[in-house]
């Protein structure tokens, strides 16, 4: 078989919703796995419903009778629909029957909420003992939160993020984007591809065991270790950075620019084109170190330097002797990126309801096996008679049983 996808041939289904797990799924459907969505009939992933904004329908097609959610567009490429009562002994079956064509499963409902149906991990490793289990929760399957429900928000509280984001002096404030969740996604897809190598080697599955909570810990990066060496709670700085100087965002005589001076050769160029060649030989300012110490007399001397040139002027000066820095964009500005545009960071594919749908495309640039983007999201249920005939061969006869008694929709 000629191989042209990283997980070609890897079956997975995904019984999450939101964002952490279907993000994991969709980093898995982008790398070639065949990931099955299964979903409440007539519901759904929750995301789908949130809305506006609403994806728009391509010239010629109709979307009057089901918007779809922009939200649930961001994690469910690629990736089949099916949709199974799972509070149904019926539906329970059919689980079970798609479990044991499996490689992976990806859930994220409450520690102990599938063990009622039969959906648990020790439930199915016992019918499919090659089985990736994959379980993401706030907290874990252990501990004395254990049984608590975990939301991105909260957890960029518990977990510190929030402790060391806004203003010095502000109040704490969340990430513009559900981090956690997609760090989680990220971090359950890495595990699940581990989990496989270890699968093909010994024919083993596992459990994973995945908390948001963990992972927002884990991803304080030096903020964590800062703490962990002195002892002593990071403060909020802005756009600030704990640990080098200059690093943030200054005014310049039009706008914004963030510079990031990773060094002390940086450094002196960057001082030599705002033309204070004495700011770089000052026995405060020579090492990172220093800087870092004397944050609070150098900023204001680099802030009154960049207010004196436009944005513009600081880019084209700066890039020119290899000073890191970049503009605030806005997110058109964003996608009007000529580098944006030619590392193909926006992408059209085909959707059933609304024709060509934009999407931003998986970063991961692949030499041997390029990322292939199958389709759209799926509409709710789109392929569950493809997908019972796929993974189980099932007869027509059973599917029209099965729909006719609601088990599946």
């Known amino acids: 078989m000629s191989i042209t996808t990283p997980l070609q041939g890897i079956k997975v289904l995904d019984l999450s919703r939101i964002l952490a797990g279907p993000w994991a799924g969709q980093m898995l459907a982008d790398l070639g796995a065949d990931v ?20 728009p329908a391509a010239v010629g097609f109709e979307a009057e009778e089901a ?21 149904s002994s019926r539906g329970q079956l059919l689980i079970k029957q798609l479990v044991t064509k499996a490689d992976v499963l990806i859930e994220n409902f409450k520690v102990g909420g599938l063990a009622k149906y039969g959906l648990d991990f ?38 510190g993020l929030m402790s060391v984001t806004g203003s010095e002096g502000g109040e704490p404030m969340k990430v513009g984007v559900a981090v956690v969740d997609v760090m989680a996604g990220l971090y359950a897809s890495n595990a699940i591809q581990g989990a496989l190598i270890h699968q093909l080697r010994t024919g ?35 756009n600030a950075h704990p640990n080098i100087v200059p690093y943030q965002a200054f005014a310049t005589f039009d706008g914004h620019l963030i510079l990031a001076v990773g060094n002390d050769g940086q450094f002196q160029r960057f001082c030599e084109v705002a033309g204070d060649v004495q700011m770089a030989s000052n026995s405060l300012y020579t090492s990172n170190s220093l800087r870092v110490a004397n944050r609070l007399t150098l900023v204001p001397k680099v802030a009154f330097l960049l207010e004196q040139h436009t944005t513009q002027w600081w880019l084209d000066a700066l890039n020119k002797v290899s000073v890191p820095c970049g503009p605030i964009c806005t997110l058109d500005q964003v996608f009007e990126n000529p580098q944006i545009k030619a590392r193909g960071m926006k992408i059209s594919l085909e959707h059933q309801k ?19 983007y199958k389709q759209a999201p799926p509409m709710l249920g789109e392929h569950t008679q493809v997908v019972l005939s796929d993974w189980l061969a099932m007869e027509h006869s059973e599917y029209s049983d099965l729909l006719s008694t609601n088990i599946i929709a």
């Open 204 to 238: 083993e599955g596992q459990h994973i065991d995945l908390a948001l909570l963990d992972v927002q810990v884990a991803t304080l990066a030096n903020q964590a270790m800062n703490y962990i060496a002195t002892h002593e709670n990071p403060k909020r700085l802005g």
């Open 122 to 159: 020790d439930s199915l490793i016992a019918i499919n003992p090659r089985l990736v289990y994959c379980s993401i929760t706030g907290f874990g399957q252990y501990g004395p939160d254990k049984d608590r429900a975990g939301y991105d928000f909260m957890i960029q509280a518990m977990g």
């Open 36 to 55: 099955i969505k299964v979903e409440r009939p007539g519901v759904g992933d929750d995301t789908r419903t949130w809305g506006p904004p609403y994806m």
């Open 67 to 87: 918007y779809e959610a922009a939200y649930f567009q961001t994690a469910n490429r690629g990736k089949r629909s099916l949709c199974v009562d799972m509070s």
């Open 354 to 372: 609304l024709g060509s749908v934009e999407s931003v495309a998986n970063p991961i640039k692949l030499s041997a096996t390029p990322l292939q």
